[in-house]
Every structure is written in C-alpha cells, then in structure tokens.
C-alpha cells in the first residue's frame, strides 16, 4: 500500500464526522435492513446503556431488539441455538468482562459447535460489547478479553479503533457465518471522524496502515491506536519516520501487512490495551521473531498493562494501563 | 452388568443365539390374547418397543467394548433410561429439535440417529456424525434436529432454548426438547432458561432425566426440592412422571408438546428413572461402591423394556415371537454397525485443521 486506506478515504470522501458508538449503530441498522433474521439482543438495548443499539427497536420493532434478562450464559448459548435454527443473532454484552459470565456458552458451546459437528453448521452470530479501562470503570468493567479470546479457537475477533473502521467492520462481523466477537474500546465510543452515509464493509482479517513511516513500525491494538498515531507525530516533529498499523481483526490475524512493515523498517514496538503477559503484544513479538528474524535491527518491544486488575482510582489507574509516554520510550529504545 | 441380572422364576429365556455381550431382558411367560386390530396403535408401539431394545443393545455392546478396551475415550451409558428417549421422541415431529447430554446415545437413537454413524463416531472414523471429530459427547445430526450431545453439565439448555426462539421468531411451529439430568438441575443457567423461556413463551420443553445420582452423589444429597417444581414459580408446569414407563413418559410430553405448538410456552418434565451402570464406564477404578445391591436389584426389577413388551403381549398389540423377532434383529444390527465402524477409515490426520470457520462466500472452508 503506497497510501493508507483512510487517507484515500479522507481524500475523496466528502466530511461527515460521526461519532464511534452511531458509526456501531449505522452497521446494525445497515446490517438489519439488509437480512430479518438479523435480530439483536441483550440487556436493556433498546435503551442501550453504551448507545450503539439506542432507538434501533423503533426501526425494527421489539421483536427485533429484544430485551433479554440479566442472564449471561443464557441469552450468549441462546444465541448458538437460534443461529443454528438459521437465526442471525447479534448480542450485545454491553461490558466486555461480562463475557466471563457466559465463557462456557461462548468458548465451550458457541466456539466450538460447528468444529466438533464435522463441519455440520453455521453459526452466524456476532457478540458486541464495550469493553476495556473506560476511566474509573475499575477491576471487573476494564477488563479486555482478546488475549484470551485469541487462544479459544473458534472465535473470530474484531476491535476497531475508528468510526470508519466500526462501521465497516460491524457490517463484515454480522454478514460472516462464524462467531465473532466485536469489541468496543470504551473510551473510543465518544471519538468523532469521517463516516460514509452509504454501507460499506471492511474484510475481517486486514490490518490498515493508519501512518506510513520508514523507522520503526508500531502495531497499536483499540484504544492504543489514537495514542500511537500522537507520539508519532511527535517523533516526526523530531525527525524520526513512525509507521503505525492497527490489526483490525486479531482473529485472525494480518500478520501479512505486520511482516511487511517490520521488513521495510527494521525495528517494532506492539501496543496492547490489555494486560502484559500473554497478550496480543506477545503474540505479534513472537511471529515477527520466527517469522522475521533477519529483518529486525533491533530487540523488539511489547507495551501494554501492569499484570494486575485495573484499579479505580485516577492515577492508580493511569499507572496500570499504556501512557503515550511507555510509548515514546519503547520506540526510542527500538532506535538506541 | 450381568450380576445384577434378575431372573423371575419361571421366566423364560429367549432360544435365541445370544451373544456374549447382550444380557437376555427380563420375562414372563405370557400368553397374547386376542391380536388387536389398531394398526397405528400397534406400528407405534411395536417401534417403540423397537426403538428401546436397540438402544439397549447398542449400549450393551458398547460396555462390551470398552471393558475389552476397544472403545476410546469417555463413555457414559444409558442403560435402564431407555423410557425416557423412546417416550419423549415418539411425541416429536421430524422437524423437531433436540439437545442431549453427555448420556445422549439414547435420545439420538430415538430421534432417529443410525447405529453405524454413531458407531463409526464413536470408533473416531470417518464415517461417523462427525466425521470422527466429535466423539461420544459431541455427536450432532442438525438435518435429525439433533442439535448435539454435550460433554457440559446443562451446557445444551441454554441452546436448546435459544434453537426454540430461533424457531419461533422464523415462524415454525417446531418445538425443542431440552434433555438433561438432576445434575444440571443444579446448574444456574437451568434457572436462566427456564426464566427466559418462560418471559418469551418460546417452545421448549425441559426434561429432566432423574436417574438417581449426580455423577456419584446420590440426587438428594445434592438437590433440594422436588425437581419437577422448579418451574412453578414461574409458572412454569412441571409434571413428575415414571421414567421407566414409556407410555407414561409419552403422554406427558405429548401435552406439553401441544403446549409448546400452541405457543403457550415451556413445560417441564422430571422422569424418575435409574442408572444401571455408573456415571462412565471404567469407574471401578475409582468410585467405589456407592449405591447398594438392593437399590440396583429394586430398579432392574422395574425393568422398561420387558415391562412395556409384557403389556403389549398382555394386550394383544405383539406376539413373544414378535419381540424375540425384535431382539435379535437389532441385536444383528448392533454387530452389523460395529463392523460398519471397523471398516471405515481414520480421517486423514489434516481433517484435524477443517471445519474451524465457515466460509463467507463460497463454499472454501478453513
């Protein structure tokens, strides 16, 4: 790619900045017009707590924006059934660590239906959730579950870091006929920026370059993302070229675009909005390692959370989860 | 196994060729009165009768295997529950859903599951529901409406309940049985879709199979109330019924079958029931003796498949040749799906990394 896709986008598309969460929103609404057996359920969505699913039942009607009642495992395996029943279920979570409520149903049942089955079904089901530190959410409504959710096989996993991006990939995650789950980072629902009014979908598996550069490449994952593309703009000023990918889709994983990268700069750092140890971060590090070894001029770096539970109060907080500046200090130590 | 075997004096034993495996079903000598002239009645209850030896036999061959160390992996065996599937699935539609248990051999069978491709599953071959992926507790025919046996205690009710939504809010008029034990009667999301079920009238019917123990617990140490009445306070109507009488099973499921249809919501069903042998095969090596000879010589005498075959001679429905008729060709059909299961292939080892993901589009899978 010689241009980033959302610079192309931003050229020739006309503005219509729209927030993150209605970006989310005009996906389930393209997504429902399109097939009624696209029906969405959870917690109080037709109030919908984080916005995205706010107002839809006026469109599509109760029957199709179901409250469900506060009953994880029931409502996350109801929908391996009624996907299987030929269904399109899209269930909102609503908080990312509610997942752990419901991990039987969604990586016992849900992720391993059709495998077991011999190939037998389908199961179109897309899990939707807010998720991540959301500032003062504390231990048990920060958590993020991708890492985790990685290692269950099964799962395709979808965090986007633009409204572009949550539009698009809404749209792809529903229309795929595998169990995806589709994570919001919290404190990217009140980001504005350019979203087309038409539907549009982003293929699930295709990292986008969001700033070219020639020094040193930056993998970002959700929330990290607007923070890398800061520091590299403050590095620019310094004369230091950053290149900064956002994955997209962690399951699977375009590791094509990542090694590619590494190739032409030489040096990485992988930002994860989740905790160290066995995340996403690790997992990048080490296929670029076995994959890309020769390429690499230097040690690559992993930055992400303290390895403990994120705390509530603000600077506690703060010192948990990723600051622009762990940032600027993995890059220049990848430039030492 | 055999030593809890109990002979009625009197009783007579088929002439049959019998194989080693197969224990001879208990009974008495009994003269048929006049043959009745109900042709349904009599195909109804004759493939009934059918349908709980087969099951029978099937698992008595499986025992046999795994005893000689034949069969791999975990195996938990349904014998003596034979009633429960055969009754419930006589009041099914083809169209019809149900989710199983990781005791599920018997409702796949009565929901019309082959022997050879559960026995192929089950030897890991290719030919099997599966192609060999899924195993004794995973085995799933969505085109029978089996939605799968399930190696999580209650782990199928939440899908069972979500496959009768799913039905319902595409406008079938299909219902799910959601088949599970007094163990996950325990389990919280039993609770959860019962509670859904009920808000969304969806048709589904809970049975649950009470055969006495929880794994190795007896039931009443580790359950509190009657199981039946679990739904009442949502109003839910559970109903208590025999679970060795297949006529008794039948009725009740046939009611809340058409309360289901009718869109009047789920029904609850507890069959009490019992055991024969442990909660997997190969437990000796560990579990003790937990429940004692009376207990286990009580149940066997309440024996569902002589006492329903006994009743069908008594009313003129079948002859004793009939049912020894019955008996040896199922029993033939067991040996018969055993060398369908030799005879088929492992699956190539790289099956292993198919099946993940469906493709989008075309029909590419990975």
Not at chain 1, 10 to 37: C, I
Not at chain 2, 168 to 176: E, I
Request: aromatic share 6%.
């Amino acid at each position: 790619m010689t241009v980033t896709q959302e610079d192309a986008r931003q050229a020739e598309a006309k503005e219509r900045p729209t927030y993150f969460v209605k970006a989310m929103q005009e996906g389930l609404a393209a997504a429902m017009r399109e097939d009624d057996r696209v029906v969405i359920i959870g917690e109080d969505v037709d109030r919908s707590v984080i916005g995205a699913t706010r107002g839809l039942s006026k469109e599509f009607g109760e029957m199709r924006v179901r409250n469900t009642p506060i009953s994880e495992q029931a409502f996350v395996g109801a929908a391996v059934g009624a996907a299987a029943a030929g269904l399109r279920p899209v269930v909102d979570m609503m908080i990312g660590a509610f997942f752990y409520v419901s991990m039987d149903q969604l990586a016992n049942q849900a992720a391993k239906l059709r495998y077991m089955s011999g190939g037998q079904v389908s199961l179109p089901i897309t899990y939707f959730t807010a998720t991540g530190p959301s500032g003062g959410g504390a231990a048990q409504h920060s958590e993020n579950l991708h890492p985790m959710l990685m290692n269950v096989a099964g799962l395709k996993i979808v965090m986007p870091s633009t409204p572009y991006d949550a539009k698009g990939l809404m749209l792809s995650a529903i229309r795929d006929p595998n169990p995806v789950v589709y994570l919001q980072d919290h404190v990217l629902g009140g980001t504005r920026g350019h979203v087309p009014a038409e539907s549009y979908t982003i293929p699930l598996g295709l990292a986008d370059i969001k700033k070219k550069g020639t020094d040193v490449t930056v993998v970002a994952i959700g929330a990290t993302v607007p923070k890398a593309l800061k520091v590299a703009a403050r590095l620019e000023a310094e004369g230091t070229s950053v290149e900064v990918i956002d994955p997209r889709t962690l399951a699977p994983l375009d590791m094509d675009t990542i090694l590619a990268s590494v190739a032409r700069t030489g040096r990485l750092v992988v930002v994860d909005n989740a905790r160290l140890t066995a995340s996403a971060a690790s997992e990048i590090v080490a296929s670029v390692v076995q994959a890309g070894f020769d390429t690499l001029k230097s040690a690559p770096e992993r930055v992400a959370w303290a390895d403990v539970p994120v705390p509530f109060s603000a600077p506690l907080e703060k010192r948990v989860i990723v600051q622009e500046d762990d940032i600027l200090a993995a890059i220049k130590r990848t430039l030492a | 196994m055999r030593g809890g075997l109990l002979l009625v004096p009197g009783a007579h034993i088929s002439p049959a060729s019998v194989p080693a495996w197969s224990c001879p079903i208990r009974r008495k000598r009994n003269a048929m009165t006049t043959a009745i002239e109900d042709r349904p009645l009599v195909e109804r209850q004759t493939d009934m009768l059918r349908q709980m030896i087969r099951i029978r036999r099937f698992e008595e061959k499986l025992a046999w295997l795994f005893k000689r160390g034949q069969l791999p992996g975990f195996v938990h065996l349904y014998l003596g529950e034979e009633a429960v599937a055969v009754g419930v699935c006589a009041a099914l539609r083809s169209d019809d859903r149900i989710t199983s248990t990781h005791r599920g051999h018997g409702h796949l069978i009565a929901k019309g599951a082959t022997l050879d491709k559960m026995m192929a599953e089950l030897f890991g071959r290719i030919d099997g529901y599966c192609r060999g992926k899924g195993g004794s507790m995973h085995i799933v025919s969505f085109e029978l409406g089996i939605m799968g046996t399930n190696g999580i205690v209650g782990g199928g009710i939440p899908i069972g309940t979500g496959a009768a939504w799913g039905d319902k809010q595409l406008g079938r008029d299909s219902v799910t049985v959601v088949f599970f034990g007094d163990g996950a009667s325990n389990q919280g999301v039993f609770f959860e879709s019962m509670n859904l079920a009920a808000v969304w009238k969806l048709p589904v019917i809970f049975v649950c199979e009470n055969n006495g123990y929880s794994e190795w617990s007896p039931t009443e140490t580790v359950t509190a109330g009657k199981i039946a009445d679990r739904g009442t306070p949502m109003g839910i109507p559970g109903i208590q019924v025999d679970g060795n009488d297949v006529e008794a099973v039948r009725a009740a499921t046939e009611t809340a079958v058409a309360r289901a249809r009718a869109g009047d919501g789920p029904s609850l069903i507890e069959a009490r029931t019992y055991r024969w042998h442990g909660h997997n095969e190969g437990e000796e090596a560990f579990a003790g003796n937990y429940r004692s000879q009376e207990e286990q010589d009580e149940w066997r005498a309440r024996e569902p498949i002589a006492r329903f075959a006994e009743q069908l001679i008594a009313g003129g429905v079948i002859d004793q040749a009939t049912w020894d008729a019955i008996d040896a060709e199922e029993t033939r059909a067991v040996e018969d799906s055993v060398a369908f299961a030799e005879n088929s292939p492992f699956p190539d080892p790289e099956e292993a990394l198919l099946h993940l993901f469906a493709a989008a589009e075309n029909g590419d899978d990975k």
